[in-house]
């Protein structure tokens, strides 16, 4: 018998060695038996005990309903990341994979399934119509399966990085998990196409810092900040604003941690929440609870904006360092509170109670330090714009030496947490430390950010959700006065751009003193070239620095000049 017809061609030859490798490859669930000595122990590291049980730390709902469950822990030592799906009710299979933004095109997939007689479990790929594969490297390890009564549980484990080109890269940042079940069985993988099953998109920042969370002082007290026990809207999209006040006269605090809580059997409709205070010059704040985008909502809640503590589905417990905290109460604060509750309620589940919200955990032994957070980034202003149709276009803010020498102490200032925050338009955001026209650091990056997933810290005030922003909160001590370092090209070089644009396309020159910059953007007829010269302008025009004072008050900080762009 010939093993090979002689007019096979190689790649004949390659597929068929890869379809029985990757045949091979495919391991039975039932079959399978659990190593224990490669589970993590909580914290991330490796444990001794081959006994030890594996620790989840992490927790988050994956669908609306919570019928999805994710848990996961990480090793750093073996750069390692351990997963648990657990599903309340299984039928023939399920899907879990990561994506550059949640697509179900070019994923790399874990998937669990049956033919009707045998369980499969295998590590496997979408293409660009979303039609899976399994992958000829199998990465993920399954290590346990289990059937209890509140369902099915499956326990795996991949690398970081695999070097597999069909493999997603596990990083800092926003991962775009997506997930799906399998509702009838399938005789082979290859008859699986991600868009034909009951598909869902959740966000998770699957890396944490490995660091053990410091001890609280023994005279810690808590507080919490909980919505009254509403009832939540039958609307896919709620922002619930609750008005809450300190005791009078509360002497100065120092937040030290807090922590989100979420009432039972609403963990997948509480999205984020977030408490802010009002500003310390009103001395009286209107009672309110209602929806933040009512026309009822009293205009004056738009002033408690300063940030105390803020939650995002899957994040844990938020502790300061332990020579800092965040001043609450005292003659310099404010005792009005506002809490935010982003409800997510695609399901439009009615009649649904809730009363959660934010347990700030502070004590009356003032630490060395009073913490503080600075807004870094692009000022709020249409002179900085992205044009339409544009795949990848970079903005850039700055905070220069200007500024930090004028308002920061002269050792400098500790950054201990950031918030990137952009809206619709971000897809990617970073910080970085420049000295001496270098970078030195870089203080947060997220390749794959979400305007719908941001963990830590931020504000709301400046544009509406269809309006861009870009911005870094950045949570630091010693707390100085700056409040606001940001930047935006000098004007005067934009209306050069619309001077030169109108007449490199035949157009009338504008009358700058007219039209509005939303009004000279609107106007132009844009091509590659008016983008692409917009981009020149923002990466070399001379900046005009927004150095403000918690007071709102600026620095005496002067434009920057630089004379590099002549149009």
């Not at 904006?305 to 604060?333: E, I, N, Q």
């Not at 544009?463 to 935006?488: A, D, W």
């Amino acid at each position: 018998m010939r093993l090979f017809n002689k007019n096979l061609r190689l790649q004949d030859v390659t597929l068929m060695y890869l379809t029985v490798l990757a045949t091979l490859v495919v391991i039975l669930v039932a079959s399978y038996q659990v190593d224990p000595a490669a589970s993590p122990s909580r914290g991330g590291s490796t444990p001794t005990s081959t006994s030890t049980p594996v620790q989840l730390p992490y927790h988050m709902p994956l669908d609306p309903r919570g019928h999805l469950q994710l848990s996961w822990n990480i090793s750093y030592p073996l750069q390692e990341l351990y997963l648990e799906v657990r599903c309340s009710e299984m039928k023939h299979g399920l899907v879990l994979g990561m994506s550059d933004r949640g697509e179900l095109t070019n994923a790399d997939l874990v998937v669990l399934w049956d033919d009707g007689h045998q369980s499969f479990f295998g590590d496997a790929w979408s293409d660009s119509q979303g039609h899976v594969s399994l992958d000829s490297q199998q990465d993920y390890q399954l290590m346990d399966t289990r059937q209890t009564p509140e369902g099915f549980s499956l326990l795996f484990k991949r690398p970081f990085s695999t070097c597999d080109p069909r493999d997603y890269i596990i990083e800092e940042g926003t991962v775009h998990l997506i997930y799906g079940v399998l509702d009838q069985p399938i005789r082979s993988l290859q008859q699986l196409n991600l868009s034909q099953i009951e598909t869902g998109v959740q966000r998770a920042l699957l890396l944490r810092p490995d660091t053990p969370p410091p001890s609280l002082p023994r005279d810690v007290q808590t507080l919490e900040v909980r919505t009254p026990d509403i009832t939540i809207p039958t609307q896919e999209t709620t922002y619930w604003c609750h008005i809450f006040q300190l005791t009078p006269n509360m002497p100065k605090n120092h937040i030290v941690m807090y922590e989100s809580v979420v009432t039972p059997g609403n963990e997948a409709i509480v999205h984020h929440m977030e408490v802010f205070e009002c500003s310390p010059e009103m001395s009286t704040v209107p009672q309110y609870s209602g929806s933040c985008d009512s026309k009822m909502k009293p205009a004056s809640l738009n002033y408690c904006r300063h940030v105390l503590a803020a939650w995002a589905m899957g994040a844990k417990s938020f502790y300061y360092p332990t020579d800092a905290g965040l001043p609450l109460g005292g003659p310099a604060s404010s005792r009005f509170l506002r809490l935010e509750v982003h409800y997510h309620n695609p399901l439009l589940i009615s009649g649904r109670k809730d009363n959660s919200g934010v347990r700030l955990y502070h004590t009356s032994s003032l630490r060395r330090y009073d913490a503080g957070i600075m807004e870094l980034g692009l000022v709020y202003t249409p002179v900085m714009a992205i044009p339409p149709r544009e795949q990848n276009f970079h903005l850039t803010g700055f905070c220069t030496s200007k500024c930090t020498q004028t308002a920061l102490p002269s050792g400098g200032i500790n950054i201990f947490a950031s918030q990137l925050h952009t809206h619709l338009a971000g897809r990617g955001v970073r910080t970085v430390l420049v000295r001496g026209g270098r970078e030195v650091k870089v203080v947060q990056e997220d390749k794959h950010f979400s305007t719908h997933y941001q963990v830590t810290p931020l504000g709301t005030s400046g544009f509406g959700i269809m309006e861009e922003m870009c911005v870094n909160y950045v949570h630091y001590y010693p707390r100085t006065q700056l409040e606001l370092c940001k930047s935006n090209i000098d004007p005067g070089y934009l209306q050069k751009y619309f001077s030169f644009i109108n007449r490199f396309q035949g157009g009338d020159v504008c009358s700058c003193g007219q039209a509005s910059v939303t009004d000279q953007f609107s106007s132009l007829s844009w091509d590659s070239f008016s983008g692409e010269v917009l981009n020149s302008l923002y990466n070399t025009a001379p900046i005009s620095m927004a150095c403000n004072q918690s007071s709102a008050k600026l620095f005496p900080v002067s434009i920057v000049q630089d004379s590099r762009v002549q149009l």
